[in-house]
């Protein structure tokens, strides 16, 4: 997994709380990603980051909101969990843009009561 | 916008049989495509890509893939199937952003089934 991980890899809360999760990588890859993974809809991109506080929208923001200190880190905030926001996340990581190939975090399952 | 489908959500294939997996794409300019595998519990793996040159791709675990332009797919085969193949598969094609870095554009996934 290409020194990625993911914290909490399980969590349960409710409905209304706020909930952080963090991706750390140790490959000092500049972009970083978030995705959800649902069924029948594969990964859909929530948020992105092309470098240190440079962040991005992707398809399905809303909800969502992520922070990027430094380069290791990407923080993944739903400011108020809904239970349509259970799903598993993933975050993953690109070294540059000659390399096209992502690498995945082992992912985090997230269910909102 | 660029996009990725498959139109199968499991495929079932006997062990030392061929399968294949198919995808269709849909792309404004040229097509940068890959194939990416997720076992249980796991986070996606890198199998193969396409970017240019010769149309049948060579990739992990015995794995390649078919580019077709006029037919717009991007089918993953392998000859002979194993267990241990038993995954879910997904198709994916990079799109880009005006902020000067891509994103991966993913397929719903299919399901392989490889039975003993």
Request: charge should be neutral; charged fraction near 20%.
């Amino acid at each position: 997994d290409a020194g990625i991980t993911q914290s909490p890899r399980h969590k349960v809360t409710e409905t209304g709380t706020p909930v952080t999760l963090r991706c750390h990588q140790t490959e000092n890859h500049r972009y970083m990603y978030w995705y959800r993974q649902d069924p029948g809809h594969g990964l859909r991109l929530i948020h992105y980051s092309y470098g240190v506080k440079d962040t991005d929208k992707g398809e399905v923001s809303d909800g969502y909101s992520v922070s990027r200190s430094k380069t290791e880190d990407f923080l993944l905030t739903l400011e108020s969990a809904t239970s349509s926001q259970t799903s598993v996340y993933f975050c993953a990581t690109l070294a540059s843009l000659s390399t096209d190939t992502q690498y995945f975090g082992p992912g985090t399952r997230l269910t909102v009561l | 916008a660029q996009s990725v489908a498959q139109p199968e959500d499991q495929v079932n294939v006997a062990e030392g049989n061929p399968l294949t997996v198919k995808c269709t794409y849909s792309v404004s300019g040229n097509p940068y495509l890959f194939w990416y595998v997720q076992y249980p519990n796991r986070g996606l793996q890198f199998l193969l890509k396409y970017i240019t040159g010769d149309n049948l791709v060579k990739g992990s675990y015995g794995f390649e893939a078919e580019f077709n332009k006029s037919q717009t797919s991007f089918h993953l085969k392998k000859p002979s199937a194993l267990v241990s193949d038993s995954a879910l598969y997904f198709c994916a094609v990079r799109d880009e952003f005006y902020t000067g870095g891509f994103k991966t554009i993913f397929g719903a996934g299919t399901r392989l089934f490889v039975k003993a």
